[in-house]
């Protein structure tokens, strides 16, 4: 018997409950998100994105993904400084998580190759941070071919956040 295909799609609001059960899991399993907000639905579901997608196997949502327009200033300047571009080209990689049903399927590549290919089809270049304790994560990223651009702290309410800042494809 084979598995279900994964295919990503763009995220409508019909999704989102589905996803915050998702994140609630994820967090259970892997402390992602580090710093769990009261409100999920708002984190999954920021103002300022570019666009957000889910993967799917059969009828089933096994992952999410989004693209913002920006990160926290230490995240931004060490970007920045990596690769020598504005705040206005560049495209974060975010909230990129897979259900513990789905893990070693591909759903995490697949959802890291759609956000970066918007993020390109924007004309900006793709980034993301990881917390340093993410090993499956930093693992995905460093197979994809993205570039390590070096360590940040992070200060999150009531912890710091060491992270790891990686650079995707540039565009062109």
């Keep these: 018997m084979t ?23 994820v967090h259970d399993l892997d402390g ?4 769990l907000p009261d409100d999920l639905e708002s984190f999954l579901a920021e103002d300022d994105a570019l666009g957000a997608w889910v993967a799917e196997r059969g009828n089933e949502i096994v992952g999410h993904v989004a693209l913002h327009r920006r990160s926290s200033p230490e995240i931004m300047a060490l970007a920045k400084e990596a690769t020598g571009l504005p705040d206005e080209d560049l495209a974060v990689v975010a909230r ?5 049903s789905a893990r070693r399927a591909g759903v995490g590549r697949v959802l890291l190759d759609t956000a970066a290919s918007q993020a390109l089809a924007l004309g900006r270049q793709p980034v993301l941070d990881v917390a340093v304790s993410l090993r499956d994560a930093v693992l995905l990223y460093e197979a994809a071919g993205w570039a390590r651009a070096g360590p940040v702290t992070v200060q999150l309410p009531r ?8 650079v995707g494809p540039a565009p062109g």
């Design 3 to 25: 598995s279900p295909t994964v295919t990503a799609r763009p995220r409508v609001e019909g999704d989102l409950p589905g996803c915050v059960a998702m994140a609630r899991a």
């Design 32 to 35: 992602y998100p580090v710093y």
């Design 96 to 100: 990129l998580m897979v259900a513990p």
């Design 159 to 166: 912890l710091a956040l060491e992270e790891l800042v990686f």
